[in-house]
């Protein structure tokens, strides 16, 4: 077996509850803490788990369990308090996917800058760019500025870019619940392109359907705690005893 | 090994993925690619939303010289500075704008950005950089209106105008190094951001811009040498005004810009983990 490509060990993390709370310097300057202070509470505690490449993941809980929180500590947009993630190849986010737009700028200039971003050279996003307009079905709007398209049309830009990325890791976040049916079917389909090719998923979703159609493995979030780690059949059982209405 | 799918057919248009992924830099040369990005993109939105991009951001130090020109010699008697005083004001006035810009832009590098620094995973350091970085390039752009300037009141181009690069590297330093300090705490304490601002104003009279250091009284020349931006900009001056060098002073300026990049460096590593959970 080859080594995995995704690595996390006894990964914590914690956050306050509110945000009006005092801080002070010493605080803020404070080497990684093992316990915690009034008013904080540990969003993510003890996770530790492997990813092979090719996997496909799926992640399961309640809202408000730390499911989002994993995504972003695998992307690396927030740091883990305790423990390490280790992530060895490049990840396409589609987590707060229109966030890298700009809303002054057309949608051909956004385009090189969020995929320049995710590390693409002028010459590799030029030999795209033809397929990422067609993709999202907004041909006529290339010149436009992004503030001036619609909330949908955002959202498919946005999605046509990340997963245009070419990277071997692939998150996707509930982003897909907005957009109509059509292309959110379209939307599936370029991920299951993408598992076709070999590429590691991490799939955070409540409806089981979509869980089943993309991933073999599950992942249980609970209280910030990872309850199992299982084929995602199972994981979903569990889930639905727990919290579930009774499958029909 | 890698292997099995990495030769597999390309399905559809898509390629496996070792095949067309985004080569694999050094992380050198992907900081610097997105640094670029972003400084390009803080100058093209400058640009492309107003008609007078450049324009403007010159024209903002040519109304302060403007007034300082006219209250101190036409109003007062100056006893102050060199002549043409136009000149004198322009050399030290063109490169605090870039640091005054710089750092008061800092106090939101975070908070205006949140968005994209929630989805992206460039290096943190990079939305403190490409502030300095893309006000470095307005002020080198403002650099001919000073010659201009020059010519037309007659200023001689010494031999120190080749110490111009060495200015503009201590410069970079400790404007880098400030913005470091300011950036991550202002999203902690938000009244930051007007304190920094009021310490920039008291700052502009501080530092030796409507004036030369040596036209301080001695007792206070020797504090106002602990000002990095005492011996910066008699280092800028030296272009003009062989006599406003003092090498003592730029001395003393290039040491304390390295210090602030390290108070700086350690400041942001150690509050990076807060400021990430915060915005």
């Not at chain 1, 369990?65 to 992530?87: A, F, I």
């Not at chain 2, 890698?2 to 057919?9: D, E, F, S, V």
């Not at chain 2, 011996?231 to 062989?242: E, N």
Request: aromatic fraction near 12%.
């Amino acid at each position: 077996m080859s080594a995995p490509v995704i690595t996390l060990t006894g990964v914590g993390i914690r956050f306050r509850r509110n945000r009006r709370g005092r801080r002070s310097f010493k605080d803020l300057f404070a080497a990684r803490r093992r316990r915690i202070r009034p008013g904080e509470f540990w969003a993510l505690r003890d996770v530790s788990f492997t990813v092979q490449r090719g996997e496909a993941i799926g992640v399961v809980g309640r809202n408000g369990q730390g499911k989002s929180t994993l995504l972003k500590l695998v992307t690396g947009v927030v740091l883990p308090d305790e423990g390490s993630v280790r992530v060895t190849e490049g990840v396409a986010p589609l987590i707060e996917i229109t966030g890298g737009f700009v809303d002054d700028l057309t949608v051909r200039e956004n385009v090189y800058l969020t995929a320049g971003l995710h590390g693409m050279t002028r010459r590799q996003i030029a030999d795209r760019f033809d397929e990422i307009i067609a993709f999202a079905e907004i041909a006529d709007f290339v010149d436009t500025p992004y503030k001036h398209l619609s909330s949908g049309m955002k959202v498919r830009i946005a999605f046509a870019v990340i997963s245009r990325l070419e990277e071997p890791i692939l998150l996707v976040d509930e982003v897909l619940a907005v957009g109509d049916k059509a292309f959110r079917e379209k939307c599936y389909r370029r991920i299951e392109e993408l598992l076709a090719g070999g590429r590691t998923l991490f799939f955070v979703s409540h409806n089981e359907r979509d869980l089943k159609r993309f991933c073999t493995r599950g992942l249980y979030l609970d209280k910030g705690a990872l309850v199992l780690d299982a084929p995602i059949t199972e994981v979903l059982a569990l889930y639905n005893s727990q919290y579930g209405i009774k499958p029909a | 090994m890698r292997g099995g799918a990495r030769r597999a057919p390309t399905i559809d248009g898509v390629s496996s993925y070792a095949e067309v992924r985004p080569e694999q830099r050094t992380t050198f040369a992907r900081y610097r690619h997105s640094l670029w990005l972003l400084t390009q993109r803080d100058l093209r939105v400058r640009y492309s939303t107003s008609m007078l991009g450049y324009f403007w951001s010159i024209l903002d130090p040519l109304v302060m010289a403007g007034i300082y020109w006219f209250v101190f010699t036409q109003v007062f008697q100056r006893t102050v500075g060199n002549e043409p005083y136009i000149v004198f004001l322009l050399s030290a006035l063109l490169p605090w704008m870039w640091f005054n810009g710089t750092v008061s832009d800092c106090t939101r590098a975070f908070l205006r950005e949140a968005k994209l620094i929630r989805s992206t995973r460039i290096p943190r350091t990079i939305w403190v950089n490409r502030l300095v970085l893309s006000k470095g390039i307005e002020f080198v752009a403002s650099i001919p209106v000073l010659l201009l300037f020059a010519v037309a009141a007659g200023a001689e181009v010494s031999a120190g105008a080749a110490l111009f690069p060495l200015a503009i590297l201590i410069q970079t330093i400790l404007t880098a190094g400030i913005g470091l300090i300011v950036a991550p705490l202002v999203v902690f304490f938000r009244d930051l951001e007007r304190a920094v601002k009021l310490i920039l104003r008291f700052l502009f009279y501080a530092s030796p811009i409507i004036y030369g250091t040596a036209d301080l009284p001695a007792e206070l020349q020797f504090w106002a040498g602990f000002n990095p931006l005492s011996g910066l900009f008699s280092l800028y001056r030296a272009a003009f005004f062989p006599e406003q060098l003092d090498w003592t002073l730029v001395l003393i300026s290039a040491v304390m810009s390295v210090l602030f990049l390290v108070v700086g460096l350690v400041v942001f590593t150690r509050t990076e983990r807060a400021v990430l959970k915060e915005i």
